[in-house]
């Protein structure tokens, strides 16, 4: 049972546009959400996070946006350039203390010149 | 900052061989973790150790054990190597207090089984 959904497995984009990513959650006690960035033949990096007790956080081109009552996030690239072509999940703490995480399956967002 | 290694960017192992994939981290994080990354998957997690000694199993256990004798250090075995575990395997760690849950990652070990 995924927890974690990320529905759209690619997406292309122009260079200069805006790039926005989505994920959706089923676990309503999810309350913290991270994004992760893979290259390829690399570990994933970590990109931004977002607690549930706000709606947005921004980090340079980066925007996570949350909506607690669509149980809904998506993470907006402004602008989308072609070194962020690369694979984006989504993940969220699994509960417990030992801070394990959830991971979508990855969306390949490819930037176009 | 933070470093995950890992012994081995690149492995090809024959069916049926003992397979050991090694991570180290230096930031005396008590977390650490084994997922598996294969195309539409996404990351899976086979295990992961919150404490010397200490292991747990994940999502994908099976055909797979573990070893944390230091706190620095978390191997995964393939027993018996198949096929089926030709796949991208990604080492993490992260700190037990980190309010942000952050997992750092090693590179990657690429291993296919022929």
């Known amino acids: 049972d995924q927890q974690v959904k990320q529905n759209s497995p690619s997406l292309s984009v122009q260079e200069g546009r805006i790039s926005i990513l989505n994920c959706d959650y089923t676990?309503?006690?999810?309350?913290?959400f991270l994004w992760y960035k893979k290259y390829p033949a690399e570990g994933p990096t970590f990109l931004i996070s977002?607690?549930?007790?706000?709606d947005k956080n921004e980090d340079g081109r980066f925007t996570v946006f949350l909506n607690k009552s669509a149980k809904h996030l998506s993470l907006h690239i402004v602008p989308s350039q072609p070194g962020d072509s690369a694979v984006y999940f989504c993940?969220?703490?699994?509960?417990?203390?030992?801070?394990?995480?959830?991971f979508g399956k990855g969306t390949l967002l490819t930037v176009n010149p | 900052d933070v470093k995950v290694t890992q012994s081995s960017r690149y492995l090809v192992k024959r069916t049926g061989e003992k397979v050991f994939l090694e991570c180290v981290q230096d930031?005396?994080?008590?977390?650490m973790f084994w997922y598996r990354q294969d195309p539409g998957l996404g990351l899976r997690l086979i295990y992961f150790?919150?404490?010397?000694?200490?292991?747990e199993k994940g999502d994908i256990p099976e055909g797979y054990s573990v070893s944390r004798e230091k706190k620095e250090r978390f191997s995964l075995i393939l027993e018996s190597a198949s096929t089926n575990q030709t796949s991208m395997y990604l080492c993490?760690?992260?700190?037990?207090?980190?309010?942000?849950?952050?997992?750092?990652f090693g590179p990657g070990t690429r291993l296919t089984v022929t």
């Open positions: 930031m005396d994080h008590e977390n």
């Open positions: 150790s919150y404490d010397v000694k200490m292991k």
């Open positions: 676990n309503s006690m999810f309350d913290y």
């Open positions: 993940a969220a703490p699994s509960g417990g203390s030992n801070y394990k995480l959830t």
């Open positions: 993490a760690s992260s700190h037990r207090r980190s309010a942000g849950y952050e997992q750092y």
């Open positions: 977002i607690s549930s007790i706000k």
